[in-house]
């Protein structure tokens, strides 16, 4: 079993749609929670982070945490065609100096 | 300006080759990385450096050999290059380390093993 699984999508939605990403883990020893988004040929960018449970809210995006499932999700209100992008979760262990990432998930979100 | 940059972008070569990748930071971070990305797009770490002092070597041969001369630079240099090397190799940096937030990663070298 991977460290980290995402759904692996692709994933296209009518804009202003509600989106919802997800990733489970396996390393109960994972404190730090991120989402990533990586347009086209471009280097990833940090959209959220969190290390505890429950939701961190940021604008349109929402980063949902349940450590005791596992499970860590993005929600993105009134999708844009600017959100087309590959999203990409990521953990971390606290002093272990190295990210885990899932495989990404790819978006569209069409005019 | 910008903060985490690689030289070259693209880098076209043949099998057997020497090549090397040079990231520069200018974030003042102390911890700097080099993740691969293959054609499904699953990034991996390989390398890790903290205060030029290497951290995490992720199972990477023999044939990858990165080098910090200061803490805002790190290079990789790859011997004797192989097909299976092609992919997109990212440097990034951190400065609150190990706590996984504050990744900064470059924009990326495109390498083609032909």
């Known amino acids: 079993q991977k460290e980290v699984e995402q759904d692996p999508g692709p994933l296209s939605v009518p804009e202003g749609a509600i989106v919802s990403l997800n990733c489970t883990y396996s390393n109960s020893a994972f404190q730090y929670f991120m989402w990533y988004r990586q347009y086209s040929r471009k280097g990833p960018e940090l959209l959220m982070y969190t290390y505890s449970s429950g939701n961190k809210e940021d604008g349109r995006f929402t980063a949902q945490v349940d450590k005791s499932s596992k499970y860590i999700s993005l929600f993105i209100r009134d999708s844009q065609p600017s959100d087309s992008a590959t999203y990409l979760c990521a953990m971390s262990v606290g002093s272990n100096y190295k990210l885990t990432f899932g495989k990404g998930t790819l978006l569209t979100v069409n005019p | 300006d910008t903060a985490v940059s690689q030289t070259p972008k693209y880098l076209v070569t043949q099998m057997g080759n020497d090549k090397s990748i040079k990231c520069e930071q200018n974030l003042g971070h102390d911890t700097m990385y080099w993740y691969k990305q293959d054609s499904k797009k699953f990034l991996k770490i390989m390398f890790s450096?903290?205060?030029?002092?290497?951290?995490i070597n992720e199972t990477v041969p023999n044939r990858f050999s990165p080098k910090s001369p200061d803490k805002a630079h790190l290079n990789l240099h790859i011997n004797s290059l192989e097909l299976g090397d092609s992919a997109v190799y990212f440097c990034?940096?951190?400065?609150?380390?190990?706590?996984?937030?504050?990744?900064?990663f470059g924009s990326g070298t495109r390498l083609t093993v032909v």
């Open positions: 450096y903290n205060n030029k002092e290497l951290i």
């Open positions: 990034a940096s951190s400065q609150v380390q190990g706590k996984g937030y504050g990744y900064t």
